[in-house]
């Protein structure tokens, strides 16, 4: 915008040819990315070129650019480009919608809700049950995410309304698989239940990362309950469907706590040394996936481990703001002091063995995600 604004003669002085490219490793890596170099080539024409330069090509660029950088865990430079498309299209309430998911992988909640708040407004102005539902979707994941239980409720409970509304089965499922973690401890069984097989029922095949999510949720809200080694089945499943790596390090957290509950002490040391990896723990998701490997490891009565981990947790919760995974590190550290046991299994009913089986098929049916 300020280089279309700018007299042609005067464009040379404003950038210099590598500013767009703020982080080296999603620079080193953009290079061998061959479906991306369209979308650099229009930032690069932009820099050394004198004509103007489309913004709606822009936008769509720095879509491009923004998905492959969150694919590929540059949580950093995705949102910058989310905020750059949404900026070149102001009215536009998705582009809205994912700058402020992107702000909100990234732990800065104000901007996040910032962006939220406007995707509402003009998704509602617009009439875009879609958009409405997925701002809402993506304000109440944030406010679970910071502890908000009763704010994330009601968010979610707007998205289904809106998807049931406008007939948007996929935002209704997401809306119902959003309700399943917060089923969990005041709940019944059956409500969280309800939740799982109605998002299990609403989502389609079509989109097999949503599903593998689903299942990943699913096995958490089993392993809640006591049935680990179920939970383990899903997250077999599941893994060769998950691409984004911070999803993949929750997915490691939620591997380790299951096979400490069941006596696996081989798996869980594989989980713990990844998820401990200076890298893993920038992810949206860290925080909580440092509690649940402290989790595991006082199951299996490795105390210091698991006084540390929850430690670190707990620091970086603190600085990210996230409550519910402070928490969990809280809870962790309370029961290391005071001797509680760890987590142990029960068996599950028949009902939940058979949806579980039938869930493993219908993640073994579909085509895994490409490299």
Not at 106 to 127: D, K, N, T, V, Y
Not at 249 to 255: E, G, K, Q, Y
Not at 270 to 288: C, I, L, M, T
């Amino acid at each position: 915008m300020v280089w279309n604004a700018v007299a042609a003669e005067g464009r040379h002085h404003l950038f210099l040819k590598t500013t767009y490219l703020r982080d080296p490793a999603f620079t080193n890596a953009a290079a061998e990315a061959v479906e991306i170099h369209p979308a650099l080539r229009a930032f690069g024409e932009l820099i050394g070129s004198a004509r103007a330069v489309e913004p709606r090509a822009l936008a769509k660029a720095s879509v491009s650019i923004s998905e492959w950088a969150t694919l590929h865990g540059h949580e950093e430079t995705a949102a910058l480009y989310a905020g750059l498309a949404a900026r070149l299209r102001p009215r536009d309430p998705e582009l809205a919608f994912a700058a402020g998911r992107a702000e909100r992988r990234c732990g800065r909640h104000e901007r996040a809700e910032e962006w939220f708040l406007r995707a509402i407004g003009l998704s509602r102005r617009a009439g875009d049950d879609a958009a409405y539902a997925s701002a809402f979707l993506g304000w109440g994941l944030m406010e679970e995410q910071r502890g908000r239980r009763a704010s994330a409720r009601q968010k979610y409970v707007r998205a289904w309304r809106a998807a049931m509304r406008g007939s948007l089965h996929q935002l209704g499922a997401a809306a119902r698989h959003n309700l399943i973690a917060l089923s969990v401890p005041d709940d019944p069984f059956d409500v969280g239940l309800a939740h799982v097989i109605a998002a299990y029922k609403l989502y389609d095949d079509s989109n097999p990362e949503r599903l593998a999510l689903l299942a990943l949720d699913a096995g958490v809200f089993f392993a809640e309950h006591g049935f680990y080694a179920h939970a383990l089945r899903l997250y077999d499943a599941l893994a060769r469907h998950v691409a984004r790596p911070a999803v993949q390090v929750a997915l490691l957290a939620n591997v380790a706590r299951a096979a400490a509950a069941v006596g696996d002490r081989d798996r869980f040391r594989v989980a713990y040394e990844s998820v401990n990896r200076e890298d893993a723990q920038k992810g949206e998701f860290a925080p909580a996936a440092l509690a649940e490997i402290a989790r595991a490891a006082h199951t299996l009565g490795f105390d210091g481990k698991a006084i540390a981990t929850a430690n670190e947790a707990l620091k970086i919760a603190r600085l990210r703001g996230m409550g519910g995974a402070e928490k969990a590190a809280l809870d962790v550290i309370e029961s290391v002091r005071e001797k509680r046991a760890g987590d142990v299994p029960r068996e599950p009913p028949p009902g939940v063995v058979r949806f579980v089986s039938r869930f493993v098929r219908r993640l073994q049916s579909l085509s895994p995600m490409e490299p």
